[in-house]
C-alpha cells in the first residue's frame, strides 16, 4: 500500500460535511459498495463465467446524542425523513496532506434508534443508511 505523503490518514484527518454542515460530533463512518455476482454452470462441474448484477451501496455513520437531535431537526423530528448528499473528506492541507474526497450521494437512513447504558459518559447512536451512488476519488 502506498503512503501518501509517507503517513497513513488518522480519525483525526477525517470531515464529513452532511446537509450542509460539518458533522462535528462524529464518532466513525463505514461506507461502500457492493455487486451481486453469480458462477452461471453449464456442462461439467466448473464455472463457464460470472455474470453481475446489480450495484448497491450502504453504510453508517455514529454520531453523538447532540448530532443526532440537530438531525432530527432537519427531518422534522426524523432522521428517517432525510434525504442528504454527504462529503467526507481525509487529509489535513494545512500539514500538506494530499485530500482525499469521497462523495454519497442520495443518503437515507434506515433505522433510527438510541440506546445508553449505566456508566455511559454520553450516548453514541449509529445511524445506518442506503444510498444512490458513493463517488470514490482515486489518487
Do not use: W
Not at 67 to 75: A, I, P, Q, S
Request: net charge negative; proline share 1%; glycine share 12%.
Amino acid at each position: 500500500m502506498a503512503l501518501i505523503n509517507g503517513r497513513q490518514y488518522e480519525f483525526s484527518d477525517v470531515t464529513l460535511v452532511m446537509g450542509g454542515r460539518d458533522v462535528s460530533g462524529l464518532r466513525g463512518i463505514k461506507y461502500g459498495s457492493k455487486q451481486e455476482k453469480e458462477v452461471i454452470y453449464g456442462k461439467g462441474n466448473k464455472g463457464m463465467s460470472i455474470q453481475k448484477g446489480n450495484i448497491s451501496h450502504e453504510g453508517e455513520i455514529t454520531v453523538t446524542q447532540s448530532e443526532l437531535e440537530t438531525l432530527k431537526l432537519l427531518g422534522g423530528g426524523s432522521v428517517l425523513n432525510l434525504n442528504l448528499n454527504a462529503v467526507v473528506c481525509y487529509g489535513n492541507p494545512s500539514k500538506g496532506d494530499v485530500l482525499i474526497t469521497d462523495k454519497i450521494n442520495d443518503i437515507q437512513f434506515t433505522e433510527e434508534e438510541k440506546e445508553l447504558k449505566q456508566g455511559d459518559k454520553f450516548m453514541e447512536i449509529t445511524l445506518p443508511f442506503i444510498c444512490l451512488d458513493i463517488e470514490y476519488q482515486s489518487i
